[in-house]
């Protein structure tokens, strides 16, 4: 039976996954607005910084919570040198461009899920001590689990930091204006290669920040991406591909449709409430709740 | 070019097929193990299968990565008609295709109003709730999916216990059918529209081409080919279950023939089929079965090179050809 109580946690469990979801999806909407890319790999990056998160415990016994501006960092790195060393390319191509940046993509996320499988085995892997997995906090009748909660803390934080950065500093103003015609930013002397890579590396780092989070409360294998990433995909498109904060609202939008659905169906279909609101949403308005142009 | 030396040009490709179909059919005097055989199998049915994707995906430029949908209604109803009526297959596979038909009309009014992205992800987002529902779908077997034991060993029920070379025929002659069809609207008024809605779909209305009209009939075409190919799986394999004939990674399949072949054109899913199926197959065999990733890793970097290094496809090697006959 659904008590006024159970709604509540639902409810509750699902705003703070939402906020997850808009940090796991936002590097994500940022490539796709800098440059017209969708990231089919995305999936995988976070996957990568889950398997980070999880050798960094293992070998040195550093918790998580404490290696995520590592794993982010690393994470940086590795975003910047797929762009230089692949994107960068597929984007030169003369015909089919979108079948390629699809494909390079799609065949970059199999390559990662191949090397995980080859690396670590198949096997299921789970973080068994951390300094938040496994804990609660009550809040009167409502129990929040803490690896999630830190999770929309750290999600509220960056986006509050993404907001600053975008809005106030001279790579953001470069960023924006390299989105907004990638051609004549050259002639002002910004390296248009430079914020693209700059670009994915800070993709790859937000996702890595989520995924070392991730990593206390959910198990780690090497497709653990596909099913994140394609409710990126749809948090990205919710909020209006390329609006970071249209990931934002999207992801929250997400986490809270999901929550519903689960009270409503069995939990195994929880993520056809997710599909529903997307077609609903884009056949209404196909530019998304916050898209623009 | 003139008239002439075109409709020319468009014979020497069809006695072109016409004669690979034929040397293809002598294959198996030479290839007697089974395993071989089985791989010719799946090879001619990706290429029909993508021959089909190509259809909406590279003529018309609509990328659809839900063709599994039309995959699993075609694998289904065949299926779930012939083990809980009794309904021969063949009518089936009919069924199954008008039905997936039918069905990719009724998803192309709302869809084919979507443009780039949001149309890719809503085809994802779609075949994906359409799996997740099957796999919930109790009468229709769920997780476990249908299981076909074979009743008659003949063509009547269309199967085969013995031998796989029915089966091989059946694939190459729907392989053939799907490349004609190709063939035969490449140079139809459709051919065309299809191709000025994928190159610029807002001049082409101006011009007077119907767009949504077009999509349509691409999709209503692809899915009801891409159904009977479904059918003729289950048929195959006498098993099927959501997780092999509707997943996601199923859509990448059907699609990715075409895109190294050569996207939006007649002989790429066909070339692509060609080099991919036993590549990713004998790789899986070889180094899949240690269960330590390296098919993926191959396969991963095969699309990589592939895409990046021809983006126009496999059939891009052949072009140079003619595009000379062409200039000339």
């Known amino acids: ?293 | 070019m003139d008239a002439a030396s075109f409709a020319q040009g468009r014979f020497r490709e069809f006695m072109l097929a016409v004669l690979l179909v034929a040397g293809v059919a002598t294959l198996p005097l030479f290839v007697k193990d089974v395993y071989i055989q089985n791989i010719l199998v799946l090879t001619l049915m990706y290429a029909a299968l993508s021959q089909s994707w190509n259809i909406l995906g590279g003529y018309c430029g609509q990328i659809s990565l839900g063709h599994a949908l039309y995959f699993g209604l075609g694998a289904y109803t065949t299926a779930l008609l012939f083990t809980k009526f009794g309904v021969l297959p063949w009518f089936g596979m009919l069924g199954g295709g008008l039905i997936a038909a039918l069905i990719a009309l009724a998803l192309g009014y709302p869809c084919f109003r979507l443009r780039g992205h949001y149309f890719v992800i809503a085809t994802i987002v779609i075949a994906e709730t359409a799996y997740l529902l099957f796999l919930n779908w109790d009468w229709a077997g769920a997780a476990l999916g249908v299981d076909m034991p074979v009743r008659l060993d003949s063509w009547v029920t269309f199967q085969f216990a013995r031998s796989k070379l029915p089966y091989f025929y059946f694939a190459l002659m729907l392989a053939f059918v799907t490349w004609i069809v190709t063939w035969a609207f490449e140079n139809s008024k459709w051919g065309y529209w299809w191709r000025a809605v994928k190159d610029n779909a807002d001049a082409a209305e101006s011009l007077g081409v119907v767009v949504f009209h077009s999509k349509m009939a691409a999709a209503a075409v692809s899915a009801f080919f891409t159904a009977v190919g479904g059918s003729f799986y289950a048929q195959f394999v006498a098993y099927i279950d959501p997780g092999s004939v509707m997943s996601f990674q199923f859509s990448l399949l059907i699609a990715l023939p075409a895109v190294l072949g050569g996207i939006g054109t007649l002989w790429g899913p066909a070339l692509g089929a060609a080099v991919l199926i036993p590549l990713t197959e004998l790789t899986r065999s070889y180094m899949g079965g240690t269960g330590k990733g390296i098919d993926l890793i191959v396969y991963g970097m095969l699309v990589i090179s592939v895409a990046l290094a021809r983006p126009d496809g496999i059939v891009g090697l052949f072009a140079r050809r003619r595009r000379a006959r062409a200039s000339a």
């Open chain 1, 1 to 293: 039976m659904l008590s006024a109580e159970t709604i509540v946690q639902s409810l509750a469990s699902g705003l703070l996954m939402g906020l997850l979801y808009g940090l796991i999806a936002v590097g994500l909407a940022l490539i796709f607005g800098l440059m017209d890319v969708v990231n089919f790999a995305h999936g995988e990056f976070l996957m990568t910084a889950m398997y980070a998160t999880f050798g960094l415990a293992v070998l040195v016994g550093l918790d998580p919570l404490l290696s995520a501006p590592l794993v982010a960092a690393a994470l940086f790195v590795f975003g910047a040198l797929v762009y230089l060393g692949i994107v960068r390319f597929a984007m030169r191509a003369k015909k089919n461009i979108g079948m390629v940046q699809i494909f390079t993509t799609f065949g970059l996320a199999i390559l990662m899920q191949g090397l995980a499988q080859f690396l670590f085995t198949p096997d299921y892997r789970s973080i068994a001590n951390s300094w938040l997995g496994g804990k609660t906090l009550s809040v009167g009748d409502i129990f929040l689990p803490v690896p999630q909660l830190a999770g929309a803390v750290v999600s509220i934080a960056t986006f509050g930091l993404l907001y600053f950065v975008i809005n106030r500093t001279d790579f953001g103003r470069a960023l924006e204006a390299t989105r907004e015609d990638a051609g004549a930013v050259a002639l002002v002397g910004i390296d248009r290669n430079r914020v693209f890579a700059i670009g994915w590396g800070l993709g790859a780092a937000l996702v890595g920040l989520a995924g070392a989070i991730m990593a206390t409360f959910f198990y780690i294998y090497p497709d653990v991406g596909s099913s994140f990433a394609l409710i990126a995909y749809v948090t990205v498109a919710l909020g209006g591909f390329g609006s970071v904060f249209g990931a934002f609202a999207g992801g929250i939008i997400i986490g809270l449709v999901e929550a519903i659905t689960a009270m409503i169906l069995p939990p195994s279909l929880k993520s056809v409430g997710i599909y529903s609101v997307y077609l609903a949403v884009v056949f209404l308005r196909p530019r998304g709740l916050f898209g623009s142009i």
